[in-house]
C-alpha cells in the first residue's frame, strides 16, 4: 500500500476492500477510476446503494493532509465571522461544527475526491471492522487461519500423548505451560507464561501473558486478561456474538474468579476478585 501510494503521487491512499452490496451501505461508500485507482466520489453511510467497494479506515497521507485539515478551520472560522443570526439563533444552544473540529470523512475524503489527490489500494486480504472488544476474538480467528495457510508452523499440534489435544487453528507461546491432559482450540491464543493446568478446556478464546487457569476450568467466548487466575471447575464463558457488547466475556487485568465460579456474557474490570456467579454484568 505504502508502495501504491508513493506511486499515484497523490495526498492520500485509502485501503479498499469489495463487499456484498447488501452491507456496503454500514460503510463509507467510494468510486474509484478502475485505470488509475484515483477517488473519484466518497459517501458516508449512503442511503441509497452507490459502490460495492468500501472504506476499511486505514490510510497514508503525505504531511500536506495538515494542510487540507487547516484550510477546513480556517474555512469554518471565515464563514462562522461572516455568518449572520437572528436574535433567535443567538439564543438557542450552540449546535454549530467548532472550528476545531474536523470530520475526516465529510471535510476531507468527500471534498477532495475526483481532484487527482486521493487514490486508493484495494486489498484481497481478509478484513474486519472492530467496533466492539469481542471482534478481537473474531479478528484472532482469522489470523489464525491465515496462519494455517502462510504459516503452519506457527500453530500448535497435539493428540494427548505427551502433549494437550489441539483442536482447529491454536497457538501456544513457546514460554507457556499446558498440561497434558488439557484440551484446546479451536481459535485459541494462549500468550507468554501462560499457565494452563489438568483438565482444563479452552475454545474459542485469548489468553494474554501470565494467566493462570487451573484444573478442570473452562473458558469459551472470552479474553483473560495479563496476570489473571481462574480457579478449579471454573467456567469463564458467552454465547460468542462478537459484535455484542456482552457477546464475549473479558477479564481485565489482574482479575481473579475463585474456584468453582461462572462467569458468564460479563466485562470485568482490573484488579478484581469474583468468588460468586455473575451473568451479564459489567463489573466496576
Known amino acids: 500500500m505504502l508502495e501504491a501510494h508513493r506511486k499515484y503521487g497523490g495526498i492520500g491512499t485509502l485501503l479498499v476492500i469489495k463487499v456484498s452490496p447488501e452491507s456496503a451501505s454500514q460503510f463509507g461508500e467510494l468510486v474509484a477510476d478502475p485505470v488509475t485507482n484515483e477517488l473519484l466520489h466518497y459517501t458516508e453511510k449512503p442511503e441509497t446503494f452507490v459502490s460495492d467497494r468500501i472504506n476499511c479506515g486505514v490510510y497514508v497521507f503525505t504531511p500536506e493532509i495538515f494542510t487540507a485539515i487547516r484550510d477546513v478551520s480556517s474555512q469554518r472560522n471565515d464563514t462562522a465571522t461572516l455568518r449572520r443570526v437572528s ?34 489500494y484495494e486489498t484481497m486480504d481478509f478484513w ?82 501470565d494467566v493462570e487457569i487451573m484444573e ?26 462478537y459484535n455484542s457488547k456482552l457477546g464475549v466475556t473479558i477479564l481485565g ?15 470485568v474490570l482490573p484488579n478484581k476478585t469474583l468468588n460468586v456467579s455473575v451473568q451479564d454484568e459489567i463489573i466496576l
Open 216 to 241: 478442570n476450568a473452562v473458558v469459551t467466548n472470552a479474553i483473560v486478561g495479563w496476570k489473571s487466575s481462574i480457579g478449579r471447575w471454573s467456567r469463564v464463558q458467552a454465547e460468542g456474538v
Open 87 to 120: 436574535s433567535y439563533e443567538a439564543l438557542q444552544p450552540a449546535t454549530r461544527i467548532p472550528a476545531d473540529f474536523v470530520r475526516l470523512d465529510q471535510d476531507i475524503l468527500s471534498p477532495l475526491a475526483g481532484k487527482k489527490q486521493l487514490y486508493t
Open 253 to 267: 487485568d489482574s482479575v481473579a474468579v475463585e474456584d468453582e465460579v461462572v462467569v458468564t456474557s460479563s466485562i
Open 128 to 209: 474486519e471492522q472492530i467496533k466492539s472488544p469481542g471482534m478481537s476474538l473474531r479478528c484472532s480467528e482469522l489470523y489464525l487461519s491465515q496462519f494455517r495457510l502462510t504459516s503452519p508452523q506457527v500453530l500448535a499440534s497435539g493428540d494427548g500423548t505427551k502433549s494437550a489435544i489441539v483442536i482447529g487453528d491454536v497457538y501456544i507461546h513457546p514460554s507457556a505451560k499446558v498440561h497434558p491432559t488439557a484440551k484446546i482450540g479451536p481459535n485459541v491464543s494462549i500468550s507468554a507464561n501462560a499457565r494452563v493446568g489438568p483438565g482444563v478446556r479452552l475454545i474459542s478464546c485469548i489468553i494474554l501473558d
